[in-house]
C-alpha cells in the first residue's frame, strides 16, 4: 500500500494547506485540507483511517505531538482538498487545537482538520493512512486513542506519507 498526495511536491506541503492559505475557521485555525489517495490496497481493506501529525510541535507544545487531522470509515480510496469541510461520508475525530495549548477550541470546531501552522521553524508534518478489514464504531468527535483502540486487530497495512511546511 502507498499513500500519496498532490498537495506535497518535492517533500513541500503547499501553502494552501496551513497557515499561509486563505481558509479559515472563526479562531483562525486553517480548515483547506490536505488530498490524498491510497495505491494497492490490500485485499478486503473495508475503510481507510488517518491521523496527521506534527512531532516536530514537542519543543512547542510542551512536549507533545500535534495532532492536526483524525478521520475513519473512509470508503474510498482517498479525499480531495477540503473534504474535512465537505464530505459527509466518513467520521473524524478531534485535533490539538482543542488543548489547552491549542486555546482549547470546541470539540466542534477541534473535529475537522486543523492545518499546519508551525510557530519556531518548519515542520514535517506526516499523515498516516491505515487500511482497515471493518468499518470502526466510532462517531465525530473522537480522540486519537479511541481510533487506535478501535483499529487494533484490524489494520491490513498502513503507510506514512510526510511533507514540509514553512514557518
Known amino acids: 500500500?502507498?499513500?500519496?498526495?498532490?498537495?506535497?511536491?518535492?517533500?513541500?506541503?503547499?501553502?494552501?494547506?496551513?497557515?499561509?492559505?486563505?481558509?479559515?475557521?472563526?479562531n483562525g485555525i486553517p480548515t483547506y485540507s490536505l488530498p490524498f489517495q491510497v495505491l494497492d490496497a490490500p485485499e478486503g481493506t473495508r475503510c481507510f483511517a488517518l491521523f496527521l501529525e506534527d512531532k516536530?510541535?514537542?519543543?512547542?507544545?510542551?512536549?507533545?505531538?500535534?495532532?492536526?487531522?483524525?478521520?475513519?470509515?473512509?470508503?474510498?480510496?482517498?479525499?480531495?482538498?477540503n473534504e474535512s469541510q465537505t464530505a459527509t461520508d466518513f467520521v473524524q475525530g478531534v485535533n490539538s487545537w482543542i488543548s489547552i495549548q491549542g486555546g482549547?477550541?470546541?470539540?466542534?470546531?477541534s473535529s475537522f482538520?486543523?492545518?499546519?501552522?508551525?510557530?519556531?521553524?518548519?515542520?514535517?508534518y506526516e499523515l498516516h493512512v491505515?487500511?482497515?478489514?471493518?468499518?470502526?464504531?466510532?462517531?465525530?468527535?473522537f480522540m486519537l486513542h479511541d481510533l487506535f483502540?478501535?483499529?487494533e486487530g484490524h489494520i491490513l497495512d498502513q503507510d506514512t506519507l510526510k511533507g514540509e511546511y514553512r514557518n
Open 113 to 124: 482538520y486543523g492545518g499546519m501552522a508551525p510557530p519556531n521553524a518548519p515542520h514535517v
Open 149 to 151: 483502540h478501535a483499529m
Open 1 to 26: 500500500m502507498r499513500v500519496i498526495s498532490h498537495g506535497i511536491v518535492n517533500g513541500v506541503i503547499e501553502d494552501k494547506y496551513g497557515k499561509y492559505g486563505t481558509c479559515f475557521n472563526e
Open 56 to 81: 516536530d510541535a514537542c519543543p512547542v507544545s510542551g512536549g507533545f505531538s500535534w495532532v492536526h487531522w483524525l478521520a475513519a470509515n473512509i470508503t474510498r480510496s482517498g479525499l480531495e482538498e
Open 104 to 109: 482549547q477550541q470546541s470539540r466542534e470546531l
Open 130 to 141: 491505515y487500511a482497515l478489514d471493518r468499518l470502526l464504531p466510532l462517531e465525530n468527535g
